[in-house]
């Protein structure tokens, strides 16, 4: 296993959370530094399996703005300045592939000046499939995974075009204003071997004809939504709540944030999506829906990645007597990110060693909206997760043998 080479390709590659985790696996990679601090994979419950290595990465990608890796650090402002120096001839050197948009994506953020001109959707989903080959080629890889990190795109319902495959061919002809950019490179991941991680809160490992490739294909997909800071918060303390049979009645959310995601989100189209993500966590962990629960977002650009958000909590307790709580959460939103993504690289990278494929359940911990799986409070999510790999032993797989990952009801509509 860790002679093999494997492609971690990003859609979004330039964006601080993408280029976060480039640079920030460059620099373990290169000696220097060996903190691994927000990585579940580097835990104990992970010590007895062969997970793939920083030295086995290569890193390739794809941005509407066509900065080289360096000058994107330099700009995103997440890592410190003498680290992005001593990176930069290694950063210098990754440079995103031109990037294929449809509708769906973002009108006014960054200068995008490196997209892919294309004719129809069909022929974008051929380019991103030949931008996979070519770089496995390149670089002599033996697989390759790909996760989604681009800006959440704007919102999209599912309908008869998404339903099975031999429609969603025809909508891909027909240009089908349906189908966003995210649905052509998780047809491109699949169709290419490739794993697909959606850490957006896009649809689009809803979409029916996708999973069904990916059934098809024997590939491994995992989403959606990345849970790294403010729905954490409340995955944690929503399940104490109810374990301690303690009633909420609000809950009152506000973030300030001011990268690229937050000057998108700050973009009614674009956050619909999101604020449904956000919004939906609580009930599911508590089992009730009586309690009033309002999340804000605002976009203010001195903060750059690091994000801001308070909580004030409103609830009772024996006898019916009021009580709150309030929380300051102060997060570098790429740095808590960035961790949990190279552990998704690493565990759908076993997957599809083990001939695993679908909807990696096991994985809800990772995600806000977490498709495959019913566990939404933080500690039934890990035990999921440490249930699942706890009872793994080497060696992983017999030559020829797979099987599908399905503890819980895949939903494939929405």
Same mark, same amino acid.
């Not at 950019?181 to 029916?208: H, Q, R």
């Not at 937050?262 to 962990?285: A, F, I, N, W």
């Given at each position: 296993?860790?002679?093999?080479?494997?492609?971690?390709? #990003?859609?979004?590659?330039?964006?601080?959370?993408?280029?976060?985790?480039?640079?920030?696996?460059?620099?373990? %990679?290169?000696?220097?530094?060996?903190?691994?601090?927000?990585?579940?994979?580097?835990?104990?419950?992970?010590?007895?399996?062969?997970?793939?290595?920083?030295?086995? =990465?290569?890193?390739?990608?794809?941005?509407?703005?066509?900065?080289?890796?360096? %000058?994107?650090? &330099? =700009?995103?402002?997440?890592?410190?300045?003498?680290?992005?120096?001593?990176?930069?001839?290694?950063?210098?050197?990754?440079?995103?592939?031109?990037?294929?948009?449809?509708?769906?994506?973002?009108?006014?953020?960054? *200068?995008?000046?490196?997209? *892919?001109?294309?004719?129809?959707?069909?022929?974008?989903?051929?380019?991103?499939?030949?931008?996979?080959?070519?770089? %496995?080629?390149?670089?002599?890889?033996?697989?390759?995974?790909?996760?989604?990190?681009?800006?959440?795109?704007?919102?999209?319902?599912?309908?008869?075009?998404?339903?099975?495959?031999?429609?969603?061919?025809?909508?891909?002809?027909?240009?089908?204003?349906?189908?966003?950019?995210?649905?052509?490179?998780?047809?491109?991941?699949?169709?290419?071997?490739?794993?697909?991680?959606?850490?957006?809160?896009?649809?689009?490992? %809803?979409?029916?004809?996708?999973?069904?490739?990916?059934?098809? &294909?024997?590939?491994?997909?995992?989403?959606?939504?990345?849970?790294?800071?403010?729905?954490? !918060?409340?995955?944690?303390?929503?399940?104490?709540?109810?374990? &301690?049979? $303690?009633?909420?009645?609000?809950?009152?959310?506000?973030?300030?944030?001011?990268?690229?995601?937050?000057?998108?989100?700050?973009?009614?189209?674009?956050? /619909?999506?999101?604020?449904?993500?956000? #919004?939906?966590? $609580?009930?599911?962990?508590?089992?009730?829906?009586?309690?009033?629960? !309002?999340?804000?977002?605002?976009?203010?650009?001195?903060?750059?990645?690091?994000?801001?958000?308070?909580?004030?909590?409103?609830?009772?307790?024996? $006898?019916?007597?009021?009580?709150?709580?309030? !929380?300051?959460?102060?997060?570098?939103?790429?740095?808590?990110?960035?961790? #949990?993504?190279?552990?998704?690289?690493?565990?759908?990278?076993?997957?599809? &060693?083990?001939?695993?494929?679908?909807? /990696?359940?096991?994985?809800?911990?990772?995600?806000?909206?977490?498709?495959?799986?019913?566990?939404?409070?933080?500690?039934?999510?890990?035990? $999921?997760?440490?249930?699942?790999?706890?009872?793994?032993?080497?060696?992983?797989?017999?030559?020829?043998?797979?099987? /599908?990952?399905?503890? /819980?009801?895949? !939903?494939?509509?929405?």
């Amino acid at each position: 296993m860790s002679s093999e080479k494997i492609g971690f390709l #990003l859609v979004g590659l330039n964006g601080a959370t993408a280029n976060t985790t480039v640079a920030g696996s460059l620099a373990i %990679k290169m000696g220097l530094s060996n903190n691994c601090d927000g990585m579940i994979t580097e835990t104990e419950l992970f010590s007895h399996l062969d997970l793939a290595h920083f030295n086995q =990465f290569v890193f390739g990608g794809w941005d509407v703005n066509g900065m080289d890796a360096y %000058k994107s650090a &330099r =700009f995103n402002k997440v890592l410190e300045p003498w680290l992005i120096e001593d990176l930069r001839p290694s950063l210098e050197m990754i440079r995103p592939w031109k990037a294929v948009t449809t509708v769906h994506d973002v009108d006014a953020a960054r *200068k995008a000046d490196n997209i *892919k001109t294309v004719s129809t959707l069909r022929e974008g989903l051929i380019a991103i499939k030949q931008d996979i080959v070519s770089f %496995k080629e390149q670089h002599d890889l033996d697989k390759a995974i790909v996760v989604y990190l681009a800006s959440p795109l704007k919102q999209i319902g599912l309908n008869d075009i998404h339903k099975d495959l031999s429609s969603f061919r025809k909508g891909l002809i027909d240009n089908d204003p349906s189908i966003s950019s995210a649905m052509l490179y998780a047809m491109a991941a699949i169709e290419t071997g490739c794993p697909f991680v959606d850490f957006t809160p896009n649809v689009t490992l %809803k979409v029916p004809a996708i999973l069904q490739l990916a059934e098809e &294909r024997k590939v491994p997909l995992a989403g959606r939504d990345g849970n790294t800071g403010q729905t954490l !918060i409340k995955t944690v303390l929503g399940q104490m709540f109810r374990i &301690r049979n $303690l009633k909420l009645h609000g809950w009152y959310s506000t973030n300030i944030l001011g990268n690229n995601d937050g000057l998108v989100l700050s973009m009614p189209e674009h956050r /619909q999506t999101k604020m449904e993500d956000k #919004l939906g966590v $609580l009930e599911p962990v508590l089992g009730y829906n009586h309690f009033t629960h !309002i999340v804000d977002i605002h976009y203010y650009p001195p903060r750059g990645d690091n994000k801001e958000a308070w909580e004030s909590i409103d609830f009772s307790g024996w $006898l019916g007597m009021p009580m709150s709580a309030k !929380i300051n959460w102060l997060g570098r939103d790429s740095i808590l990110a960035a961790p #949990l993504i190279i552990d998704l690289v690493r565990l759908m990278e076993f997957s599809l &060693r083990k001939g695993e494929y679908g909807i /990696q359940s096991q994985l809800a911990i990772y995600f806000k909206h977490p498709l495959g799986a019913s566990a939404r409070g933080f500690f039934d999510q890990y035990l $999921l997760l440490k249930e699942y790999y706890a009872g793994i032993q080497e060696p992983i797989m017999e030559s020829g043998v797979d099987r /599908q990952v399905s503890k /819980q009801p895949v !939903i494939l509509a929405v």
